[in-house]
């Protein structure tokens, strides 16, 4: 089963979460060069803090705490020791750019935390082989909405059909290394690229984690407590049982289910 990331600063909302069945609450305290990135996009930019890495590992005696930090900076040994002191289980450095940057994330959390990786550039990509060398990376996420902004994409996903996250994966298949990417919606869900499309593509690629996307629980439209714990119940249950389906299938259905995501992505590229 794919590992399951919601992102949150609430504890309350992180408890339900955990409760319904998600693998990872996700702090994300990256701030510095994203607004800049992705000024005017409808992306979520979060700013959360130790603290909310405190207050939310407090609740949290299942799930995972998965943490993303700033891109390497002047501060990034005081953050990163900050970070793994509040209780961070996971540790992701976003925005790397070269091998020397990936050295110095994977020198200053020394064994004390997992590593992720964010792979979410172009020249990411390119010096990745560099990067595998290295020990003590234990996952890799791609990032599709950066590294489609990097390659100059009109749409995220075009990246898993145009044999950008082929190359990747295969790269990290061969050194054992989990990874995932994007994120992925209600399985159902009247979305323009459907979630069931997304998941088979997972399943065909060897990735082993997502993100839950806003779509999943979008907190700005859902505030009762509740209602949220039904969302994430549901949503999280029919996720399952489909990926219990995706788990028998066969080649030829995932390279049926490629060429009808294609057709979806072309049609959103067109519009």
């Known amino acids: 089963m794919l590992k399951l990331f919601y992102i ?65 900076h002047e501060n990034s040994q005081n953050e990163i020791d900050e970070v793994v002191s509040a209780g961070a ?93 994007g994120g992925v919606g209600k399985v159902g869900s009247n979305n323009l690229l459907p979630a069931k499309n997304i998941l088979a593509e997972h399943y065909r690629l060897g990735s082993s984690m997502v993100i839950l996307s806003r779509s999943f629980c979008d907190l700005r439209y859902n505030t009762d407590e509740e209602q949220i714990k039904k969302i994430f119940n549901n949503g999280i249950k029919e996720l399952r049982e489909y990926e219990n389906k995706l788990a028998v299938c066969d080649a030829h259905f995932f390279e049926i289910n490629k060429i009808e995501t294609q057709k979806y992505i072309n049609k959103i590229v067109d519009r």
């Open 8 to 72: 949150t600063n609430n504890p309350k909302i992180a408890l339900l979460a955990q409760n319904a069945g998600v693998d990872r609450i996700f702090i994300d305290m990256e701030y510095i060069g994203k607004d800049k990135r992705q000024g005017g996009l409808d992306t979520v930019k979060n700013h959360h803090t130790v603290d909310d890495v405190k207050n939310v590992r407090r609740v949290l005696d299942k799930s995972k705490l998965l943490v993303r930090v700033n891109p390497i």
């Open 89 to 181: 289980d996971y540790i992701m450095l976003p925005m790397w750019k070269t091998p020397g940057e990936v050295k110095r994330f994977l020198d200053i959390v020394n064994g004390r935390a997992k590593t992720m990786l964010l792979l979410e550039t172009d020249e990411a990509r390119l010096c990745l082989d560099d990067v595998l060398e290295f020990d003590g990376i234990d996952e890799v996420h791609i990032g599709l909405n950066d590294l489609s902004l990097s390659q100059k994409k009109k749409f995220l996903f075009q990246l898993v059909t145009d044999g950008t996250v082929d190359e990747i994966a295969k790269k990290l298949n061969e050194k054992n290394i989990p990874f995932g990417f």
